[in-house]
């Protein structure tokens, strides 16, 4: 069983930024895949950072050079520092993670970017 749970959403103002966390139970060592994902409004889930034990890290090409993922194994943990923040990126983001062919999600925390 894998439970992710999402922190540091919030309401910010264009050109400001955020730092989500995500807490993951057990080792994040063992995740074939680690990262994030957003939704926003009438529109599809897509992927904002990933990293990949095979193919390494990628980003979505609309937060390229504007988002940073990381992760701290010892704390159990994956982070996304969002810098230069756009209205465009105001979405639900979600923690999300690869065990043994099975994807698990987190609940999702809302980020909201004001013009």
């Known amino acids: 069983q894998v439970q992710l749970v999402e922190s540091g959403g919030g309401l910010v103002q264009a050109g400001g930024s955020l730092r989500l966390s995500c807490a993951a139970s057990?080792?994040?060592?063992?995740?074939?895949?680690v990262g994030w994902y957003r939704q926003a409004p009438g529109k599809q889930r897509e992927m904002v950072a990933i990293?990949?034990?095979?193919?390494?890290?990628d980003y979505g090409d609309s937060v390229k050079g504007r988002f940073t993922i990381s992760v701290d194994n010892a704390k159990s943990s994956v982070y996304l520092q969002m810098n230069s923040l756009k209205p465009e990126d105001t979405a639900v983001y979600y923690c999300?993670?690869?065990?043994?062919?099975?994807?698990?999600w987190g609940q999702g925390t809302q980020v909201t970017v004001s013009s």
């Open positions: 999300y993670a690869v065990w043994v062919r099975v994807s698990y």
């Open positions: 057990g080792s994040i060592f063992r995740f074939n895949s």
């Open positions: 990293i990949t034990k095979t193919t390494g890290t």
